[in-house]
């Protein structure tokens, strides 16, 4: 599925990925490819992104990688948009 990450400054990553867990403001979830599409809210916590992806060099410094390999992005509030194994997530 492909995803992209957007802040109020860039596009921080866009690309294919395995999957998206998001912190929810109901907690937290996942999606993966084929999901049904969903809005939602989010709040304080980490976006983590599994699958063999990219950083541009500009935005590695906004992300970490924890000990299961998954790559890390901490947000304090957001929205996230999943349709058609597309995920657009709003991050502040």
Same mark, same amino acid.
């Given at each position: 599925?492909? #995803?992209?990450?957007? %802040?109020?400054?860039?596009?921080l990553?866009s $690309? @294919?990925?395995t %999957? !998206?867990? !998001?912190? $929810? =403001?109901? $907690?937290e979830f &996942?999606? #993966? &490819? +084929?999901?049904?599409?969903?809005? %939602?809210?989010?709040?304080? +916590?980490?976006?983590?992104v599994? $699958?063999?992806i %990219?950083i541009?060099?500009?935005? @590695?410094?906004?992300?970490t990688?924890d000990?299961?390999?998954?790559?890390?992005?901490?947000?304090?509030?957001?929205t =996230?948009?999943?349709k058609d194994?597309?995920? =657009? !997530? #709003?991050?502040?």
């Amino acid at each position: 599925m492909y #995803l992209e990450i957007v %802040s109020p400054e860039a596009t921080l990553f866009s $690309g @294919e990925v395995t %999957s !998206v867990t !998001v912190p $929810g =403001i109901n $907690g937290e979830f &996942q999606m #993966l &490819q +084929g999901h049904a599409p969903v809005v %939602s809210l989010l709040q304080k +916590g980490d976006v983590k992104v599994e $699958g063999n992806i %990219s950083i541009d060099e500009a935005y @590695e410094n906004e992300f970490t990688t924890d000990a299961t390999g998954k790559t890390i992005l901490a947000i304090t509030s957001g929205t =996230i948009e999943m349709k058609d194994n597309k995920v =657009i !997530v #709003l991050a502040d």
